[in-house]
């Protein structure tokens, strides 16, 4: 009904940039929030960066001056521009989404999760 396509991971040496896309597709009314969560090997699952419609921005920690979340609502997109990585950033990046979706003849809410994909920061 409702699928995300992640692209854009890889392996990338440290200090390196990738950048990440994530498409929502289906019968979508809106999507409240978007975001991006990874997980690393024998670690659980953790919020990287989320954007809501209205643009409001919540980062990990972590990550705070070296991803930037953004979202292009007209494509259902979300897009996460990786730099300065470090060899803990390694993990599969899940892209999330909470949104409405047309059930005819009402909407419902509904949370989806991407497929992952692989980002390995290694020398």
């Known amino acids: 009904q409702v699928q995300l396509v992640e692209s854009g991971g890889g392996l990338v040496q440290p200090g390196g940039s990738l950048r990440l896309s994530c498409a929502a597709s289906?019968?979508?009314?809106?999507?409240?929030?978007m975001g991006w969560y990874r997980q690393a090997p024998g670690k659980q699952r953790e919020l990287v960066a989320t954007q809501t419609i209205g643009g409001r921005i919540n980062y990990a920690d972590s990550v705070k001056g070296r991803f930037t979340i953004s979202r292009d609502n007209a494509k259902n997109t979300v897009y996460l521009q990786m730099n300065s990585l470090k060899p803990e950033d390694t993990a599969v990046y899940y892209c999330n989404a909470n949104l409405v979706v047309v059930a005819s003849p009402s909407y419902r809410n509904l949370e989806v999760w991407g497929q992952g994909t692989l980002v390995t920061v290694s020398s």
């Open positions: 289906g019968s979508i009314f809106s999507i409240n929030v």
